[in-house]
């Protein structure tokens, strides 16, 4: 029981708890937004199309009913939510895979390799801190 109140500690402390929060309040607010447009949008063109409002409900016994309408708003909710998320992240994953490549490039720019020793030393280096080699000029100019 110790160690799982000691992992659970852990878990609390890392920023993955802070980013599930803010995506909870985010989404929270998402979910307004999209309510909005599937009611003044939606709704209102299905019902131009279709010729009939989209809240069609089927009647039950002693005033229940079956509301298809809320149902169906329900899952265009949920789709427009699904694709908008899928974007944001499949954007934020583009907006890691460059950043990265751009951490690789630079690391690139900064060091070369010794002709001699074949160690890793710095672009701007004349000697070799390694094995003590004259970094040929035509060398330095071509890396």
């Known amino acids: ?16 708890v802070l980013d ?3 995506g909870v309040i985010i989404g929270g607010a998402f979910k307004t937004i999209v309510d909005a447009f599937i009611e003044n949008v939606i ?4 019902a131009c199309v279709g010729g009939t409002d989209i809240g069609f409900v089927i009647p039950l016994v002693k005033n229940q009913a079956i509301d298809l309408g809320k149902f169906i708003s329900a899952i265009l909710n949920f789709l427009i939510i699904a694709f908008v998320v899928f974007l944001i992240v ?4 583009k907006a890691k895979e460059i950043a990265k490549k751009g951490e690789e490039e630079e690391e690139e ?11 890793e030393i710095d672009i701007d280096a004349t000697k070799c801190p390694h094995c003590t080699s004259d970094i040929p000029e035509e060398e330095a100019e071509e890396e």
């Open 20 to 22: 599930l929060a803010v």
């Open 109 to 119: 720019e900064t060091t070369k390799t010794c002709p001699f020793c074949k160690s």
């Open 1 to 16: 029981m110790k160690k799982f109140i000691a992992e659970f500690k852990e878990f609390i402390q890392q920023g993955n």
């Open 43 to 46: 709704n209102p063109l299905i």
């Open 90 to 93: 499949k954007s934020a994953n």
